[in-house]
């Protein structure tokens, strides 16, 4: 048991009260400030709360390169999108007059696939936009701890060729297609559709980046296009919990050139005007973002609120100082009960200018000298060292008139408790004669438990002393106060 006690950190010590009333000295003022203080810091806690409800808590981002496999990239979208730029309504699209065609191939092992006619989209043209979608197909292949692009795409803007349409389709005549190159400003779109995290609140959002290829008889404009991707991390979890995972593609960059019909064709084949060769870069870019968390928003409040706790400081040494005053009044008032009596009018400057004692004027420097005097002795009373020297002398006193075996017998007395009796009250009738007093004498009561203490100071009972045991009768009427 002695070793459950000692191991016990929850133990309480013991407050002495400082009156019947309390045990640590409050004050109004106090309490006013704690209220100040415990509303601003709950509506401080009230609004981090709801900024982070709100995602308006900005999260901490950190950037680094990484080197993905692609296992989690989100290709499941029209990445790629063609189309032609219509600027006015009477131009000729290219691609629905036959007169070029969009073809994709794709390396398999490094070998080139058959060319196929992109697929137009379902959906009807915006602004007189009619988007061809490629399919995507990508692979990578890891060598020696090295990620190599292994299938990559080609996107060929050719001439029409009967062998690549349907049976019911013809390419467009020779009229057609030379008021199609008299036309102004023949440019072909591609679009590369992005995906990036919103860091405020983690949700996908869409952006678009889209590259120009002019069309000319006599140029074949290629387009190398380095598609670039993000790797997400992201960490939203209030308390515990996994990161989530996002890989997205979020931008291109490219290598214009322009090359001569000549060479297109003797490189690719077919009589191509333009081609979009289309990789992706093995190194890609990691982001973190990590939202607060229950921690941060606890550190986040606790840290205004230790603010604002700051203050609490200087209240304590102001209330220190008021319960010195207190106490130190209290203690001249046990010995020189008059002192209650004393009226102190002060300036603004908080100087006594008037000091009245039982209705009568007194000197105030008078007044000013006796009060620290007496200032110093109570404070002096309130060291525990001094209240112990003050008990040995009192015992030293008793001693005086008293031998040890006497008072080693104290140890052996006490108030009896007796329930079968009425209380007996030596002081409460003040008129029954001293014969039967004299015989409880002797006898210690409850009322004993509290004779000297503060609260029966405030009882109105003043018995008389009898004049053939009060030897000390003179001393008490001599230092009467009335």
């Given at each position: 048991?002695?070793?459950?006690?000692?191991?016990?950190?929850?133990?309480?010590?013991?407050?002495?009260?400082?009156?019947?009333?309390?045990?640590?000295?409050?004050?109004?003022?106090?309490?006013?400030?704690?209220?100040?203080?415990?509303?601003?810091?709950?509506?401080?806690?009230?609004?981090?709360?709801?900024?982070?409800?709100?995602?308006?808590?900005?999260?901490?981002?950190?950037?680094?390169?990484?080197?993905?496999?692609?296992?989690?990239?989100?290709?499941?979208?029209?990445?790629?999108?063609?189309?032609?730029?219509?600027?006015?309504?009477?131009?000729?699209?290219?691609?629905?007059?036959?007169?070029?065609?969009?073809?994709?191939?794709?390396?398999?092992?490094?070998?080139?696939?058959?060319?196929?006619?992109?697929?137009?989209?379902?959906?009807?043209?915006?602004?007189?936009?009619?988007?061809?979608?490629?399919?995507?197909?990508?692979?990578?292949?890891?060598?020696?701890?090295?990620?190599?692009?292994?299938?990559?795409?080609?996107?060929?803007?050719?001439?029409?060729?009967?062998?690549?349409?349907?049976?019911?389709?013809?390419?467009?005549?020779?009229?057609?297609?030379?008021?199609?190159?008299?036309?102004?400003?023949?440019?072909?779109?591609?679009?590369?559709?992005?995906?990036?995290?919103?860091?405020?609140?983690?949700?996908?959002?869409?952006?678009?980046?889209?590259?120009?290829?002019?069309?000319?008889?006599?140029?074949?404009?290629?387009?190398?296009?380095?598609?670039?991707?993000?790797?997400?991390?992201?960490?939203?979890?209030?308390?515990?919990?996994?990161?989530?995972?996002?890989?997205?593609?979020?931008?291109?960059?490219?290598?214009?050139?322009?090359?001569?019909?000549?060479?297109?064709?003797?490189?690719?084949?077919?009589?191509?005007?333009?081609?979009?060769?289309?990789?992706?870069?093995?190194?890609?870019?990691?982001?973190?973002?990590?939202?607060?968390?229950?921690?941060?928003?606890?550190?986040?409040?606790?840290?205004?609120?230790?603010?604002?706790?700051?203050?609490?400081?200087?209240?304590?040494?102001?209330?220190?100082?008021?319960l010195n005053q207190k106490i130190l009044n209290q203690l001249?008032?046990?010995?020189?009960?008059?002192?209650?009596?004393?009226?102190?009018?002060?300036?603004?400057?908080?100087?006594?200018?008037?000091?009245?004692?039982?209705?009568?004027?007194?000197?105030?420097?008078?007044?000013?000298?006796?009060?620290?005097?007496?200032?110093?002795?109570?404070?002096?009373?309130?060291?525990?060292?001094?209240?112990?020297?003050?008990?040995?002398?009192?015992?030293?006193?008793?001693?005086?008139?008293?031998?040890?075996?006497?008072?080693?017998?104290?140890?052996?007395?006490?108030?009896?408790?007796?329930?079968?009796?009425?209380?007996?009250?030596?002081?409460?009738?003040?008129?029954?004669?001293?014969?039967?007093?004299?015989?409880?004498?002797?006898?210690?009561?409850?009322?004993?438990?509290?004779?000297?203490?503060?609260?029966?100071?405030?009882?109105?009972?003043?018995?008389?002393v009898p004049d053939e045991i009060c030897i000390d009768k003179?001393?008490?009427?001599?230092?009467?106060?009335?």
């Amino acid at each position: 048991m002695q070793i459950l006690r000692a191991a016990d950190f929850f133990g309480v010590p013991f407050n002495q009260q400082i009156d019947s009333k309390q045990s640590i000295y409050k004050s109004a003022f106090g309490g006013l400030v704690t209220l100040l203080i415990c509303s601003a810091s709950l509506a401080y806690a009230v609004w981090v709360l709801y900024k982070w409800q709100n995602n308006q808590l900005s999260p901490k981002i950190s950037n680094s390169i990484y080197v993905s496999d692609f296992s989690l990239l989100d290709l499941n979208y029209d990445v790629i999108k063609l189309y032609y730029w219509r600027f006015g309504e009477n131009q000729i699209d290219p691609f629905e007059s036959k007169i070029l065609l969009p073809l994709v191939m794709y390396t398999n092992g490094f070998n080139f696939t058959e060319l196929q006619v992109i697929s137009k989209s379902n959906e009807p043209p915006v602004d007189g936009r009619q988007y061809y979608l490629p399919k995507m197909s990508l692979g990578f292949q890891n060598f020696s701890g090295v990620l190599y692009t292994s299938s990559e795409m080609y996107i060929q803007i050719a001439r029409c060729s009967q062998i690549y349409l349907k049976e019911d389709e013809k390419c467009a005549s020779d009229e057609l297609i030379e008021e199609f190159f008299s036309q102004p400003l023949n440019t072909i779109v591609v679009q590369v559709n992005q995906k990036q995290l919103n860091s405020q609140d983690g949700s996908i959002q869409n952006s678009v980046q889209e590259f120009y290829i002019q069309v000319e008889k006599q140029n074949c404009y290629t387009l190398n296009t380095f598609l670039q991707s993000t790797f997400y991390e992201l960490q939203d979890s209030f308390l515990f919990g996994y990161p989530r995972y996002f890989e997205f593609i979020n931008g291109a960059s490219i290598q214009p050139q322009t090359n001569s019909v000549e060479y297109c064709k003797q490189a690719y084949g077919n009589d191509i005007l333009g081609l979009i060769f289309i990789v992706m870069k093995g190194n890609q870019i990691k982001t973190i973002f990590e939202y607060p968390h229950a921690g941060d928003l606890l550190a986040n409040i606790g840290s205004i609120v230790s603010v604002l706790f700051m203050i609490k400081h200087i209240i304590i040494i102001i209330n220190e100082y008021y319960l010195n005053q207190k106490i130190l009044n209290q203690l001249i008032q046990f010995y020189y009960p008059e002192f209650k009596n004393i009226t102190i009018q002060k300036n603004w400057r908080q100087k006594p200018v008037k000091v009245v004692l039982n209705k009568y004027q007194v000197d105030v420097n008078e007044f000013l000298q006796f009060h620290k005097k007496v200032q110093d002795q109570m404070q002096n009373k309130l060291s525990y060292l001094n209240l112990l020297y003050e008990m040995s002398r009192i015992y030293f006193i008793i001693r005086s008139f008293k031998f040890r075996d006497e008072l080693k017998k104290s140890h052996q007395i006490g108030i009896k408790i007796n329930l079968s009796q009425s209380k007996m009250m030596i002081d409460s009738n003040l008129n029954y004669n001293w014969t039967n007093r004299s015989q409880t004498f002797s006898q210690l009561n409850d009322e004993d438990a509290d004779l000297l203490s503060l609260s029966n100071k405030a009882k109105e009972i003043h018995p008389s002393v009898p004049d053939e045991i009060c030897i000390d009768k003179d001393f008490y009427e001599n230092n009467k106060i009335s």
